[in-house]
């Protein structure tokens, strides 16, 4: 069976800092692999996601994931984040084949104070 | 731009009453689900449903109905409302099942059972 585990369940961190939230999956399969970001009572948004070729992505508002087979992680990454980067973020696998459904992470809410 | 749109979008409820959760979506989406949130749990698949006319048990179906009435509605039953489904509940659609394709989330449903 797969899983998905976040190592930080809280991430607090100062203003201009980078930050890197961790994702480690198990799997046996192929999977594909996304960051979503919540903001406060509101649904999942797509943040970036992991189908093939370049282990590095990157999303439009500056956070990047690099896919590691070999240690199958996922982890994300921001140089410097935001004040408005407060939000409670989930990594998610899909195995090919199974009905597109998403196994999610328990989810890492990062903090960004001034 | 609706996307995926869920009602109601708070409720209380007794134990042992019922009702049900609706979601729709205008994408023209053929694959829909659903997912309860739980602090420190993540998200987790209650039932899906990868096209028009048929549906699937996730991780946590017990407790739960599905109907997916059309193309564009997907329905989520509680018959006898416990405590432990007091969560939010989230829809959401994706154009296709083969789990290449992110999933588009509706804001949620907050519900409370006492």
């Known amino acids: 069976a797969q899983s998905v585990t976040q190592l930080d369940s809280q991430v607090p961190v100062f203003e201009e800092a980078p930050v890197e939230l961790r994702c480690n999956y198990s799997s046996s399969v192929s999977v594909y692999l996304f960051w979503y970001v919540q903001y406060p009572n509101q649904g999942l948004q797509l943040l970036l996601k992991y189908l093939s070729g370049s282990t590095l992505v990157e999303s439009i508002n500056g956070f990047e994931a690099e896919f590691n087979k070999s240690q199958t992680s996922f982890h994300l990454r921001k140089p410097s984040v935001h004040i408005s980067d407060t939000a409670e973020y989930f990594c998610?696998?899909?195995?090919?084949?199974?009905?597109?459904?998403?196994?999610f992470g328990q989810g890492t809410e990062l903090s960004v104070k001034p | 731009n609706a996307g995926v749109t869920q009602t109601p979008k708070f409720q209380v409820l007794k134990t042992g009453q019922s009702m049900t959760l609706q979601c729709a979506q205008d994408m023209n989406h053929n694959s829909m689900y659903w997912y309860r949130q739980d602090p420190g749990m993540g998200l987790r698949l209650i039932y899906y449903?990868?096209?028009?006319?048929?549906?699937d048990k996730g991780e946590v179906p017990n407790g739960y109905n599905v109907s997916r009435l059309n193309k564009r509605e997907f329905s989520l039953r509680l018959e006898s409302a416990a405590p432990s489904q007091t969560s939010v509940y989230f829809c959401?659609?994706?154009?296709?099942?083969?789990?290449?394709?992110?999933?588009?989330f509706g804001d949620g449903t907050r519900l409370s059972i006492l």
């Open positions: 449903s990868a096209s028009e006319g048929t549906t």
């Open positions: 998610a696998v899909s195995v090919r084949g199974q009905g597109g459904k998403l196994i």
């Open positions: 959401a659609s994706t154009p296709m099942q083969g789990g290449n394709q992110p999933q588009h």
